[in-house]
């Protein structure tokens, strides 16, 4: 007989594993720490890229409105500010996805000792080995390419009269969120010799939580140097979300 459905895990719930994974800088803050190193290189490199790139988006503006060319300044102006103000918020979700999968594929080996030693915390079945640091930097990277997607189908949305600048912010951090939670969930199931479809499955009906957990760790990532301090608790707190689905799914919780 298959297993019976794990009870849904809910938005609330899924921010706090967060909070669970941050409470571990007071209680193993040398744990932590290892986080911290890839998330500085990456998060200077980030920060290069992204002035670079606020300072090319008022052009890149103009370009994409041509037809308002003739229209009133006033209409103008405000069509151009609303996408500009589009293009901030689709830079900073650029900037949240690519910063979580280069600093997940640069420190995969630091990470890959947190999300250990926090399976132990938990106890029960512990995988013996995580993914590979070929396996993990691949994944990263590819994660790192949706956050350009993820820009740009904010922008284009942004493009919608009235209602695009609304719909654009709100379906990129539902969108967002969701895809940085399911990459850094995937690392322990991955380790249990689970792909993706496989993850699919055990994962349906908690997206509230999967999108909760994310949406959080974007909200820390946008504090300065909050993706720093926040990237070891977000791999911990991970993990946790993924060790309860897997034990409400044998009837543990």
Same mark, same amino acid.
């Given at each position: ?6 009870? #849904?895990?809910? $938005? ?10 941050? *409470?571990?800088? !007071?209680? &193993? ?30 052009? #890149? ?18 069509? /151009? =500010? !609303? ?29 890959? &000792? =947190?999300?250990?030693?926090?399976? /132990? ?8 080995? !995580?993914?590979?640091?070929? &396996?993990? *930097? ?15 189908? $904010? ?7 009235? $209602? ?27 380790? /249990? ?22 949406? #959080? $760790?974007? *909200? ?7 993706? =720093? ?18 034990? *409400? ?5």
């Amino acid at each position: 007989m298959a297993p019976a459905a794990a009870p #849904a895990l809910g $938005v609330g719930r899924g921010v706090g594993y967060l909070a669970r994974g941050l *409470a571990l800088w !007071g209680r &193993r803050p040398g744990l932590m720490l290892l986080g911290v190193v890839p998330a500085v290189v990456v998060a200077v490199a980030m920060a290069l890229v992204l002035v670079g790139l606020l300072l090319w988006l008022d052009d #890149a503006v103009a370009w994409a409105t041509p037809f308002a060319d003739g229209w009133d300044p006033a209409l103008r102006s405000g069509l /151009r =500010i !609303g996408l500009y103000l589009v293009g901030l918020v689709g830079a900073a979700y650029l900037g949240v996805i690519a910063f979580t999968g280069l600093t997940l594929a640069l420190g995969d080996p630091f990470y890959e &000792r =947190i999300w250990a030693e926090v399976e /132990r915390m938990l106890g029960g079945d512990v995988p013996a080995a !995580g993914v590979g640091w070929w &396996r993990g *930097a691949r994944d990263g990277l590819t994660l790192a390419a949706l956050g350009v997607a993820v820009a740009v189908g $904010v922008f284009l949305v942004g493009l919608l009269p009235v $209602v695009g600048t609304v719909a654009g912010s709100v379906a990129g951090l539902v969108v967002a969120g969701r895809l940085l939670a399911r990459e850094l969930v995937s690392r322990p199931l991955e380790a /249990r010799g689970m792909d993706r479809a496989a993850q699919s499955a055990l994962l349906r009906g908690h997206g509230g939580a999967l999108v909760g957990f994310g949406v #959080a $760790v974007q *909200a820390c990532f946008l504090v300065p140097l909050g993706g =720093i301090l926040v990237m070891p608790a977000a791999v911990a707190g991970a993990t946790m979300l993924a060790r309860d689905v897997l034990d *409400a799914r044998v009837g543990r919780n």
